[in-house]
C-alpha cells in the first residue's frame, strides 16, 4: 500500500485518509475515517497476497486472542477482518486514533528524554507488557514506532496483535530489526522475554539517540547481538543496571516486566526527589508546531 491508495474504502467502512510512518515491511499503516460514525480511526493493513494459509490463520488466532484485552496503556484492536483493496488481500485492524505524537517521530526530530521522563514512559510499558505476559500473551513488535506519549502523561503501546505474517526472518523489516532480540536469529517466535529486550533498546534510544548492535541489514543486527550484553552507559545514572539485565542476550537471564519495573521504580526513588512527566516535553512541542 502507498500514498496512491488513499481514498480507498476498507471494508465498506474506512476510508483510508493519510500514510503514517512506522509500517513494517508487510504492514502499510493509515490514518482513516470510519465512515458509519465519522470517527477518526487508524487502520493497519498486512499483506496477505502469497503468504502460506497456516501463517494466514495464525495471524487471525492471534488476533482473536486479543480482541478483548483492555488495559489504559494497551491501544486495542476495535475491529478486524480480511479485506481485499486494489485487488490486494490484507488482513485489516483498527485501533482508536491517539492525540499523541510517537517515540519514533521524537527521535527523529532528534529529541531525547531525560532519565526521568524515560522512567515514566517505560514503567507504564512495563505495566502494559506485564499485564499481557500475565495472561498468556505476547506484544512482539514493541519498538518507538508504536509507543507514543499522549498530554495526559500516558504512554500507550500500539502494534498489538499485528506483529506479522509467518514468524519467520522473511517478514521482519530491519526497523523491527533494530529491536529485535538475538534469539530471532533461530527462532523468530515473539516471547516476553523478547519483548523486554525490546523494552530495553527502547528506553536506551530515549536517552542516547543510539541502538547498540543495528546494522544494515536483519541478519547482521541479529548476529552482532548474539552473546553481548547492551553497551549501557554508567553516564545515564541509576537506570542503567536495570536497562542492562532487561536487555541480556540470554533470554532466562533477562528481567521480566514486572522486575523491570520494580527495579526503575525503586532506583528512581533512591536517586530522583521528583519526575519529570514526559507530557512536558509533549506539550513544548505542540507549541512549536504551532
Not at 162 to 178: C, F, H, P
Request: contains cysteine; charged residues 25%.
Amino acid at each position: 500500500m502507498c500514498s496512491s491508495d488513499l481514498g480507498a474504502i476498507v471494508a465498506s467502512r474506512y476510508r483510508l485518509r493519510a500514510l503514517r510512518r512506522g509500517g513494517a515491511d508487510s504492514t502499510s499503516v493509515f490514518e482513516a475515517t470510519d465512515t458509519r460514525d465519522g470517527a477518526s480511526v487508524v487502520v493497519r493493513l498486512v499483506t496477505i497476497d502469497q503468504q502460506p494459509a497456516e501463517a494466514i490463520e495464525a495471524l487471525k488466532r492471534q488476533l482473536l486472542s486479543v480482541a478483548g484485552v483492555s488495559h489504559p496503556v494497551l491501544v486495542s484492536p476495535l475491529d478486524w477482518g480480511e479485506a481485499v483493496v486494489d485487488g490486494k488481500r490484507f488482513v485489516f485492524v483498527v485501533t482508536e486514533r491517539l492525540d499523541v505524537v510517537s517515540l519514533r517521530e521524537l527521535l527523529d526530530r532528534g529529541r531525547r528524554l531525560s532519565v526521568s521522563q524515560a522512567v515514566v514512559l517505560a514503567l507504564d510499558l512495563c505495566r502494559a507488557l506485564h499485564h499481557l505476559h500475565q495472561n498468556g500473551m505476547v506484544h512482539g513488535d514493541v519498538r518507538p514506532a508504536n509507543v507514543f506519549v499522549s498530554t495526559d502523561s500516558r504512554a500507550r503501546l500500539a502494534g498489538l496483535g499485528v506483529k506479522g505474517v509467518g514468524g519467520d526472518l522473511t517478514t521482519m523489516s530491519i526497523e523491527q530489526a533494530r529491536y529485535a532480540a538475538p534469539e530471532f536469529a533461530t527462532d523468530a517466535t515473539p516471547t516476553p522475554a523478547s519483548d523486554m529486550y525490546a523494552l530495553a533498546l527502547t528506553v536506551l534510544e530515549t536517552i542516547t539517540g543510539e541502538v547498540p548492535h543495528a546494522a544494515d541489514s536483519v541478519a547482521v543486527t541479529l548476529a552482532n547481538r548474539a552473546g553481548k550484553l547492551l553497551p549501557v552507559s554508567a553516564d545515564i545514572g541509576p537506570i542503567a543496571v536495570p536497562i542492562e539485565k532487561a536487555g541480556r542476550p540470554e533470554l532466562a537471564d533477562r528481567a521480566t516486566a514486572l522486575e523491570f519495573g520494580q527495579a526503575l521504580a525503586q532506583r528512581s526513588e533512591e536517586h530522583t526527589s521528583e519526575l519529570q512527566s514526559p507530557c512536558n516535553l509533549v506539550c513544548r512541542l505542540l507549541l512549536e508546531k504551532k
